[in-house]
């Protein structure tokens, strides 16, 4: 590539991670149910400055560290309480992912490498659709990242730069366990442990700053762990045993699927990528140059690989499987790809480039054709046709820049085509996410909320009955008193039982009591609900829920 075009292109990449990271954060409601679950612990915190205990819905909640919640806590504290403050620190995350494998890429190889492994992660329309959707896994792969950023850069450069990275590589295992557990320190460790197995690399061990290490590690993990547990008696055994060992050994999650289940999302997460991803890890693991230090050598992709292969291996293999499990692999990955695509051939490219014409083409078919079969109500068909619509388009931006750089790629000119390809499939990303916004009001309680906000007063009590919509709290800015529903409240409502009601025999007492009252449920209760003898009126109605509002009775 010709110097004169490197600093357009750093430039452009930097533009297209802040639009991929922050375009569009406020404009899609927040869904059910791990935006509103995880939003409205941020909330709760931040409303009642109790940054030690976790919870949610009023409830203790220990499933998972609090870093994201401190983080999205200051930031509605700071610009108030919307979806956009609730996505912040995803997508913060999400563009320090990017960054750290510009940087990576540059260190370690040139700045073109950077560059590509920016843009492959960019286009990959896994990460680039979870950076914005309030989940933990793009912060543990944030913290993650910067783990492995700071592990490689000590492992290739002077003794006293190595030493400050090796610092920034345990503070990041730090902030990946306080995000999501243990997993934030055993990956990286077991990423280090087979490398130095594999490559018989026993030297390596020395370099790893374990005393100082070790320490900032604790000083920055540990305190929270020490106060929680001080303050809540129940907490240790949840988290380390239940959340940990029983939900990996067990299917108590009712997560079981088959072993091979991160295997498409894996590939599909990097289309356009996914035919390069098999070649880069098989040239990476080959012929990867070690890159020599002072006294030692360094392959960092054979400790990408096996850092990945651990990963893959580990949740395959566990009880409890959900999609976002391997989203740590992905920017590290990015890298690998990144280097195999600066070194091959441009019309070699080409043809791992090429499928996904056909693949995006396929993806209109069904877009044109599937949502509007699923939808049950005429009212939701007409959210369906337009979220189609998007995605329709976004498949034929994907195949139509498939295309083109197929054809750049044959004619020998790489950039160029490495360039339309990404910017096509972000596109097509952001098309696809804008058709998810169509159907959202589906998938939030927002509307709900609203309906419900105009007769709420101060001594309202308001029931969840059976049934529980994970971002009504947060639109409310109010808890809900959950009537015989259970689910991951268990552990909440052993400790406090009177924050809920354990069975829907009790409510008739408490809705007649004096005061007003409204209970949510779904449709097909609500004979059941006239069965109880409640006097009631519908005030909300939908295809998932409906609004109930006392009656009083002279």
């Not at 390069?276 to 020599?292: E, H, I, K, N, Q």
């Not at 090429?354 to 959210?383: F, I, K, M, Y």
């Not at 609900?529 to 409640?534: E, F, N, V, W």
């Amino acid at each position: 590539m010709p110097n004169l075009l490197r600093r357009p292109l750093t430039l452009l990449l930097m533009f297209l991670a802040l639009f991929i990271a922050f375009d569009g954060l406020g404009d899609r409601k927040l869904a059910n149910p791990d935006e509103g679950r995880y939003s409205e612990i941020a909330r709760e915190m931040a409303a009642t400055g109790d940054f030690v205990t976790p919870r949610l819905n009023g409830l203790k909640y220990f499933e998972k560290p609090p870093m994201q919640y401190w983080a999205t806590a200051l930031a509605f504290r700071l610009f108030g309480e919307s979806e956009w403050t609730a996505r912040l620190y995803t997508a913060l995350c999400g563009l320090g992912c990017v960054l750290l494998m510009a940087l990576v890429g540059w260190r370690l190889y040139d700045e073109e490498t950077g560059l590509i492994a920016a843009l492959v992660l960019l286009s990959a329309p896994y990460f680039a659709a979870l950076n914005e959707i309030v989940t933990l896994d793009m912060g543990l792969t944030f913290w993650m990242t910067l783990s492995l950023a700071g592990f490689l850069l000590a492992m290739n450069g002077p003794a006293a730069q190595a030493r400050r990275w090796m610092l920034v590589a345990w503070a990041g295992a730090a902030g990946a366990v306080l995000s999501k557990g243990l997993i934030g320190i055993v990956f990286p460790a077991a990423g280090v442990g087979l490398y130095v197995l594999v490559q018989r690399d026993w030297a390596l061990l020395k370099r790893l700053e374990w005393l100082r290490g070790a320490a900032l590690f604790l000083l920055l993990a540990a305190p929270w762990f020490v106060a929680v547990s001080l303050a809540n008696a129940e907490f240790a055994r949840f988290f380390f045993i239940h959340e940990h060992f029983e939900r990996f050994l067990t299917t108590t999650h009712r997560r079981t699927e088959p072993a091979w289940f991160f295997l498409p999302i894996l590939f599909a997460g990097f289309l356009p990528w996914a035919l390069a991803l098999l070649p880069a890890a098989w040239g990476g693991w080959r012929r990867a140059p070690a890159l020599t230090g002072d006294d030692h050598s360094f392959a960092p992709l054979t400790f990408i690989l096996l850092f990945c292969a651990f990963i893959l291996a580990f949740f395959s293999a566990s009880g409890s499987k959900l999609p976002a499990y391997i989203l740590p692999m992905f920017p590290v990955l990015a890298l690998v790809i990144a280097v195999y695509v600066r070194q091959v051939a441009a019309p070699r490219l080409a043809w791992l480039i090429l499928p996904v014409v056909p693949v995006a083409l396929a993806g209109a078919w069904w877009a044109w054709h599937e949502p509007a079969r699923r939808a049950r109500e005429a009212s939701t068909q007409v959210l369906y046709q337009s979220m189609s619509d998007w995605v329709v388009f976004a498949a034929l931006a994907i195949a139509v820049a498939g295309l083109a750089c197929f054809v750049l790629l044959r004619m020998g000119r790489k950039w160029p085509g490495v360039l339309v390809i990404a910017l096509g499939t972000m596109v097509g990303v952001e098309s696809i996410e804008r058709g998810y916004e169509q159907i959202s009001p589906l998938q939030s309680a927002r509307a709900l909320a609203a309906s419900i906000t105009g007769h709420l007063g101060d001594g309202t009590r308001l029931y969840a009955v059976k049934h529980y919509e994970q971002s009504l709290p947060f639109y409310l800015k109010r808890t809900v008193t959950l009537v015989e529903y259970v689910d991951e409240f268990e552990l909440g409502q052993n400790a406090e039982p009177g924050l809920s009601v354990a069975k829907l025999a009790e409510l008739p007492a408490l809705w007649n009591a004096p005061g007003p009252a409204i209970a949510i449920i779904q449709p097909y209760r609500l004979e059941e609900m006239r069965a109880l003898g409640l006097a009631f009126e519908i005030i909300h109605q939908d295809p998932r829920r409906l609004a109930l509002k006392k009656i009083p009775t002279p």
